[in-house]
């Protein structure tokens, strides 16, 4: 009973991405000339975070699966979405998005299965020792892992586990079990789906820094503990004004690849405040541009994702009071002087 209830909440999921699929076939949007297929001869995919509210919008789907061969789930598939109730799955975000992804010839990258942010009530409350924290870790990792396996290419297994001052985040997953949490989270997830690739993600660690100094001890760790790790997402939410040298992040990508990892930029975004001039559009263009070139020739890169398509509905907005323009697209979905200068990167 149990698994026709399933087959038909997966059939729905299909059908309404076929139907988001569709406006796909319309007219592409003004300007935009296909990132993906630039990207895809260079061997790199390009991804971009959704947001599933947006999705029965035609111009942003058309956007999305012209411009992108990868999407990341915005929110639909952290915990307090996918697994807000101990009994229970709530898959059906997850699959629509999925098969909008597969209709599109796109692949999708889980994120992110254990994160102290948007975690479900429950947790907490059932969590009342280490061993019920680490069933609670590795149920949840393996039962969303298999739901997805050999659909789903890569994992943010365990995202910003790194303190920003000193050591681990003192989250109630690390104050409980201390990095065991990881450990299992990413041997759940490896048993689970062997074949999915399976990334640590964290912010403020693009270039080489005491955060990302902490990052990569504790995956040096892991290694020589055997844990299955295979790469290093580096979000790079960055601010115009603050950038991160290049050089230091390429020897920073370059000693995580020493380390046999993949590394991929996972949620690119760079945000000014106040006006967009056309200069300051240009020092935007211009940031972007340098990080691509490094994701273009630093070994071990495979993907780059923004986290966002369009300034209208980055999560920036938000999460920066005073910033707004952060993104590829402006909130018209018109390419900006930073998408042309992909474009251009990419097309030589
Ligand atoms: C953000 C989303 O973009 C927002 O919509 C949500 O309200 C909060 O989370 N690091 C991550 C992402 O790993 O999951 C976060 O996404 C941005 C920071």
């Not at 062997?194 to 290694?223: F, Q, T, W």
């Not at 398509?309 to 697209?329: E, K, M, Q």
Request: aromatic letters at 10%; charged letters at 25%; proline letters at 3%.
């Amino acid at each position: 009973m149990k698994n026709i209830a399933a087959r038909i909440r997966w059939c729905l999921a299909v059908a309404l991405a076929a139907a988001l699929a569709f406006p796909i076939a319309a007219e592409p949007n003004d300007g935009l000339q296909g990132l993906r297929a630039y990207a895809a001869k260079k061997g790199l995919d390009l991804g971009v975070a959704v947001n599933f509210k947006q999705m029965g919008n035609a111009r942003y789907t058309a956007a999305v699966a012209g411009e992108f061969s990868y999407i990341t789930p915005e929110n639909e598939m952290k915990w307090e979405y996918i697994h807000s109730l101990p009994e229970g799955y709530d898959w059906f975000f997850g699959d629509s998005l999925l098969a909008f992804a597969q209709a599109n010839g796109m692949k999708l990258r889980g994120h992110a299965l254990v994160w102290h942010s948007q975690v479900a009530r429950w947790v907490q409350d059932a969590a009342v020792d280490k061993e019920s924290l680490l069933k609670i870790v590795r149920d949840h990792c393996s039962t969303i892992v298999a739901h997805y396996r050999g659909k789903v290419a890569k994992w943010d297994v365990a995202n910003e586990v790194v303190d920003d001052k000193e050591g681990l985040r003192q989250s109630l997953f690390y104050l409980k079990a201390g990095t065991d949490f990881i450990d299992e989270a990413f041997k759940a997830a490896r048993a689970a789906d062997p074949a999915a690739l399976l990334y640590i993600n964290d912010y403020s660690v693009e270039d080489i820094c005491p955060k990302s100094d902490r990052l990569y001890a504790l995956v040096k760790g892991m290694l020589a503990r055997g844990v299955p790790i295979d790469g290093v997402g580096l979000q790079s939410h960055w601010d115009l004004d603050a950038l991160p040298s290049m050089a230091s992040v390429r020897a920073n990508i370059e000693r995580f690849a020493a380390l046999g990892l993949k590394v991929d930029i996972t949620e690119l975004d760079i945000r000014f405040k106040g006006p967009a001039s056309d200069e300051r559009l240009a020092a935007q263009a211009a940031a972007y541009a340098e990080v691509l070139k490094v994701a273009l020739t630093a070994k071990g890169v495979s993907s780059v994702t923004v986290w966002g398509l369009d300034d209208g509905h980055s999560w920036i907005r938000n999460a920066f009071p005073g910033y707004a323009n952060a993104t590829l697209l402006d909130k018209s979905y018109a390419p900006k002087p930073a998408y042309r200068a992909w474009l251009e990167l990419l097309k030589q």
